[in-house]
């Protein structure tokens, strides 16, 4: 049914030109030089069929979360200052862009001021209702709103054929306000109808500008994506383009780094770009203090391998130097060590109830329960002892969880250790080899892991270490492996 609504003969879509989904981030968006730079790319990519995905302008979520803040507080006069502020930083880049060109401008400053009186309006919903969590979704979806618009004009003015669509337009997500999922079969079917015409209306270099984070639910309240929102929007776009199209589509994500270090450059010496690696290997540097990326980004798109490169904003001609990630990986024996410093690790042991079932059960239904998430779990063999990892703020929280349940506080001893969690990812840890240098690298410096765990797949290695030696554990082991791609890969 979704491929009938498309209407193109099969001819048409195996001569079309390769679509490439790009999104611009905040760090892309800081001045007109940002948007003049933007134009430069689109003309490296002028055999290809662009669809844009842009973030807010640099730090106007920020603003847009200040002025939730003041809302619920009841400080309107708060309030309105922030949006002057939205509204002088818009209205300075408008300027500067269209320049000389007063239609472009006028249109531009007209979408500004009809967005921000509905953010006003909004606004003054808050102060009457409180801040209901649709109502945070629709202030922050604003920034996106402008930027884009601004962007699609910009691009029009350079001469450009350019589309503007809202992600509430083309993306139906669920109903989880500030991380909301994409509805896949009901987002394919808004791309069938609205964007995938206009890829095949000009063949002469469209672009489709969406906003990034955003979407609507099927009541048609705005939804936001969560972390990483932009960059899932394009991960989305370009799933659903797949599906729909059934030829190659590619991901290129405009940030202001090379791409995916070996180590956060705060921990690590000198630490080196990886310029190939698998989903999965990413999915885990990402969680691991890697935030370029995040994993939900890569999940959508890995069965289909779709590509995604991530490269330098500031350095668009430079083809040599970025991230490719996709089902193929390289032949290095460690991709990188990363490290969460700050972590609290909970044991809870008893020798008495050695054998009785259910009592992880009631561990995780207990963190469950008082929305407390776990990162890590170690069991020993004899069931005696189970440790797990939470986040330093939930630390304490945990401990006084089961101190205070009647049932744990009868049968059970418990500890908490402030710990750095380190991962060790790449394809070949799994290999004894590969592990024996990581425990060498620790044996060096006098340091022992306080408990170590292996995914089931072998790529991701975690140890933890006490919190103030984490630094020194990953730059050990980073140091250890390094030079080692080679006779390691076996």
């Given at each position: ?23 611009f ?6 001045n ?79 979408h ?9 309006k ?8 409180g ?26 003015k ?45 063949n ?9 984070f ?25 799933r ?20 995916i ?36 980004c ?20 430079n ?25 609290d ?24 329960k ?30 006084q969880?089961?101190q205070d ?67 020194i ?12 791609s ?5």
């Amino acid at each position: 049914m979704l491929g009938s609504q498309i209407s193109l003969e099969t001819s048409e879509i195996a001569d079309h030109p390769p679509v490439v989904v790009m999104k611009f981030g905040g760090s892309c968006l800081l001045n007109s030089s940002s948007f003049q730079k933007i134009s430069e790319i689109s003309s490296l990519y002028n055999t290809s069929q662009k669809i844009y995905i842009a973030s807010a302008l640099n730090g106007v979520t920020n603003k847009l979360i200040q002025l939730t803040a003041y809302s619920e507080s009841k400080s309107r006069s708060s309030a309105l200052t922030i949006l002057e502020e939205i509204k002088s930083l818009h209205i300075s880049i408008i300027v500067d862009l269209f320049n000389g060109f007063p239609t472009y401008e006028q249109k531009a400053i007209e979408h500004l001021n009809a967005l921000l009186s509905e953010l006003l309006k909004v606004n003054d919903e808050i102060l009457e209702f409180g801040l209901e969590p649709y109502f945070s979704d629709f202030v922050l979806s604003f920034g996106e709103k402008l930027s884009t618009f601004i962007l699609h004009l910009y691009l029009q003015k350079e001469g450009l054929t350019s589309y503007f669509f809202s992600g509430e337009d083309v993306i139906i997500t669920n109903d989880n306000f500030s991380n909301a999922l994409p509805d896949l079969e009901r987002t394919k079917s808004r791309y069938s109808k609205k964007i995938i015409p206009l890829l095949f209306k000009n063949n002469n270099n469209s672009i489709v500008c969406i906003t990034g984070f955003i979407g609507r639910n099927k009541q048609g309240y705005t939804t936001t994506l969560g972390r990483g929102g932009s960059d899932f929007t394009a991960a989305i776009a370009a799933r659903v383009l797949f599906d729909l199209l059934k030829f190659p589509i590619s991901i290129i994500l405009w940030k202001d780094v090379q791409g995916i270090l070996s180590g956060d450059p705060k921990d690590v010496e000198n630490p080196h770009l990886i310029q190939q690696m698998s989903y999965s290997e990413a999915k885990e540097m990402s969680f691991f203090g890697a935030k370029v990326l995040h994993p939900k980004c890569l999940s959508i798109v890995e069965e289909q391998n779709i590509e995604i490169q991530i490269r330098n904003f500031t350095q668009p001609f430079n083809n040599q130097e970025f991230s490719t990630i996709s089902n193929v990986s390289n032949d290095l024996a460690i991709m990188g060590v990363s490290a969460i410093k700050d972590m609290d690790m909970i044991t809870v042991s008893s020798g008495i109830l050695v054998d009785v079932p259910g009592i992880l059960g009631k561990i995780f239904t207990l963190m469950g329960k008082n929305l407390i998430n776990v990162s890590m779990v170690t069991q020993s063999s004899s069931e005696v002892n189970t440790t797990f990892v939470v986040e330093a703020k939930d630390g304490q929280k945990s401990l006084q969880l089961f101190q205070d349940d009647s049932y744990f506080a009868k049968w059970f001893k418990f500890e908490k250790l402030r710990v750095g969690m380190i991962a060790v990812v790449g394809t070949k840890i799994k290999l004894s080899k590969n592990k024996i240098l990581v425990f060498q690298a620790l044996d060096k410096i006098g340091i022992h892991a306080i408990s170590v765990a292996q995914s089931s797949d072998g790529i991701n290695l975690t140890l933890l270490v006490p919190s103030e030696k984490t630094q020194i554990v990953i730059n050990a082991i980073n140091e250890e492996f390094r030079g080692t791609s080679n006779d390691l890969e076996n």
